[in-house]
């Protein structure tokens, strides 16, 4: 229902229109009545709001025109229709001057005033109608302004401006907080991968927006809120322009550091970062955007929870001199053969030490490619599988586990990770090789000595004396047995039993106790080095490892 307010001073006019006017039957209530303009006005300001206004030209007091006016400046939209007994085109022209939707001379017939009444409101209809679509689009719109511009930022940063296009301008049709001139784009990368595991999808979406207000609210101080964060599958993309003052690379160091703070302290997460060098242009973004991406790609060699700057690293790289590619390097592939050959031979000290020199080779410098070191290392583990298998080393056991560990490679965020994957492969192979040949007695009485007494302080030098031989000894004989140190397999012994205590849901402090840890934090950060959890995360993830 649309309310109607009728203005007419001549009362028997008014009310013959209120009682031969089908109201109800067009859809309209007569919301109220009044003599002049100044009651009028009055009549509106209690409501209800009329949607139209019939009103008389001529009335006391204040008449039609000055009405309609007064009426117009709280009522900007209200429509009107005008009643006058003058057929006077100076009305009619000020009438249609104050955009009166219509002017009926009086007397009118009762049909082509409703008529007139009937096609206005079709009118305010139509006017709302369209109004609510209009509203309708606008709340689709701003709902889905930060899809469209976290997809366009990702398109900015990864490809060069295209023809017809203009970022400069969507960045303020946008009201976008970042400028697009001085830009510089950054990428913080979560370190720990593995720990999602233990978490749902709704939980890591929580996390992972949790994540995003932390990185937005501690990165606006940092850039005068010049600053947006968009998500990119498990990484955070920033852009920025920088702060009035210019920061040098230890102050911006810091500045990032705090994020690093924030992320650890209320989410337990632990992020690399890597920033571009500064763009004039947004259109120049992606220049700043692939700077940054070579920059995180550095957390390879120098490890999880580092800030790389591009400039930085290039300055490093200056003089740097071009050897050969991994794949070219003769040294390595003499390395190889010769840890290959020590292993037919069952040297397996020898083969150990070489391992060590390979893996310090596989440090090409932090602007080679990961990819082309994981590819290296990878047909390197499948020549040490072809050797397992021309050995004879058949345990369906040993031999899956191979295959797991070459399957792990692609997955490795860091060289120190990649080291510790192959060690493993090569301890796996020794053990398998081993296992056709009798221990030796001394590392024989030394693993008795291990198993019975892994809880206490056992250490190299206190077992050495129980099996009577020096620990250096002792040391050379366990890697050329077993192909690992005393200390690594005491370890991974220790955290084989811890496993199966964390599957009984003992207290992650007992548990340290119980396998020979004096120390809760150096227990957690053992154990998350052999299994790649933590303890809380392996409880978490059912003790499946």
Not at 164 to 169: G, T
Request: charged share 25%; proline share 3%.
């Amino acid at each position: 229902m649309m309310n109607v307010l009728l203005v007419e001073d001549e009362i028997t006019i008014r009310e013959g229109l209120r009682d031969t006017i089908p109201w109800k039957e067009n859809g309209l209530h007569l919301c109220g009545e009044a003599g002049d303009g100044l009651e009028a006005l009055e009549r509106i300001a209690a409501g209800p709001v009329p949607d139209l206004i019939i009103t008389d030209i001529h009335m006391p007091k204040m008449n039609g025109l000055d009405f309609i006016q007064a009426a117009r400046a709280t009522l900007p939209n209200v429509e009107v229709i005008v009643l006058s007994g003058y057929d006077d085109f100076q009305y009619a022209k000020k009438a249609i001057q104050l955009g009166v939707n219509g002017y009926v001379l009086k007397p009118c017939r009762t049909e082509e005033l409703v008529q007139l009444i009937v096609s206005t409101k079709m009118k305010i209809t139509a006017i709302r109608e369209t109004q609510t679509s209009m509203h309708s689009i606008q709340n689709k719109w701003e709902r889905s302004l930060p899809t469209v511009i976290e997809q366009s930022l990702l398109r900015w940063v990864r490809s060069p401006r295209q023809k017809l296009e203009n970022r400069s301008n969507q960045l303020e049709e946008w009201n976008s907080p970042i400028r697009p001139t001085d830009l510089l784009a950054g990428i913080i990368r979560v370190d720990d991968s593995s720990g999602n595991r233990v978490f749902n999808k709704t939980d890591q979406e929580l996390i992972r927006y949790a994540a995003f207000n932390i990185i937005q609210e501690t990165f606006n101080p940092i850039f005068d809120h010049n600053v947006v964060v968009v998500r990119d599958g498990n990484d955070f993309i920033w852009i920025a322009n920088p702060p009035k003052k210019q920061l040098s690379i230890q102050e911006t160091k810091l500045s990032l550091g705090r994020l690093k703070i924030n992320l650890e302290q209320y989410l337990r997460m632990s992020v690399s970062i890597g920033v571009g060098n500064l763009v004039g242009s947004v259109d120049d973004l992606h220049l700043s955007y692939e700077q940054a991406w070579k920059a995180i790609e550095t957390r390879f060699y120098s490890g999880k929870g580092t800030i790389v700057l591009y400039s930085e690293l290039a300055q490093n790289a200056d003089g740097a001199s071009s050897d050969a590619t991994i794949f070219e390097d003769k040294s390595m592939l003499k390395l190889e053969q010769s840890i290959l050959h020590h292993l037919r031979t069952m040297k397996f000290e020898d083969a150990l030490d070489q391992t060590e020199v390979w893996l310090q080779q596989l440090h090409r410098g932090p602007l080679t490619d990961q990819s082309e070191v994981s590819l290296r290392a990878t047909a390197f583990m499948l020549e040490l599988q072809k050797l397992a298998q021309e050995q004879h080393v058949n345990a369906l056991e040993s031999n899956q586990r191979i295959v797991d560990l070459i399957k792990q490679v692609p997955n490795m965020e860091t060289l120190e990770d990649l080291s510790t994957l192959v060690k493993k492969l090569i301890r796996s192979l020794v053990a398998g090789l081993n296992s056709q040949v009798p221990t030796h007695r001394t590392v024989q009485g030394a693993l008795d000595i291990i198993h019975a007494k892994y809880h206490t302080n056992l250490t190299l030098d206190s077992v050495s004396k129980e099996v009577f031989v020096s620990n250096t000894y002792l040391s050379s004989l366990f890697k050329q047995e077993l192909g690992i140190n005393f200390l690594d397999y005491l370890h991974q012994y220790r955290i084989e039993h811890a496993k199966s205590l964390l599957r009984k849901n003992y207290k992650m402090y007992a548990v340290a106790k119980m396998v020979g840890y004096q120390e809760e934090r150096y227990f957690s950060m053992t154990f998350k080095k052999w299994t790649g959890l933590t303890p809380t995360q392996f409880k978490k993830n059912g003790g499946a490892n």
